[in-house]
Nanobody
Framework: VQLTDSGGGSVQPGDSLRLSCGVSGYIGRRYCMAWFRHAPGKEREEVARIDIYDATRYADSVQGRFTISRANAENALYLQMNDLKPEDTAVYYC???????????????WGQGTQVVVSS
């Protein structure tokens, strides 16, 4: 399984972006998927995850503004980000976590990352 992130860019506060993650290799319902981000000077943070039943979970900092979704037929993962704030500036990574009867905390596969900059 390989993951390829895309969709980052430079935007102004209040704007929206949609990140995409292309998945090569069959994952079907074997993997939970997640988005992480890493900002300069901060620890890596899990932003959102979606399990094999499409249940989702979000970090408090993005709840209500970000939406994670998966399109298994397209082998793709998305992160719709609305009302972006300067503190959302980071490199965003998609990740796959092999389902073990639960979704583990640590991903098995990472994308290469896509930069998001939110600045006026």
């Amino acid at each position: 399984v390989q993951l390829t992130d895309s969709g980052g860019g430079s935007v102004q506060p209040g704007d929206s972006l949609r990140l995409s993650c292309g998945v090569s290799g069959y994952i079907g319902r074997r993997y939970c998927m997640a988005w992480f981000r890493h900002a300069p000077g901060k620890e890596r943070e899990e932003v959102a995850r979606i399990d094999i039943y499409d249940a989702t979970r979000y970090a408090d900092s993005v709840q209500g503004r970000f939406t994670i979704s998966r399109a298994n037929a397209e082998n793709a993962l998305y992160l719709q980000m609305n009302d972006l704030k300067p503190e959302d500036t980071a490199v965003y990574y998609c990740a796959a976590l092999e389902y073990l009867g639960y979704c583990p905390r640590t991903p098995d596969v990472w994308g290469q990352g896509t930069q998001v900059v939110v600045s006026s």
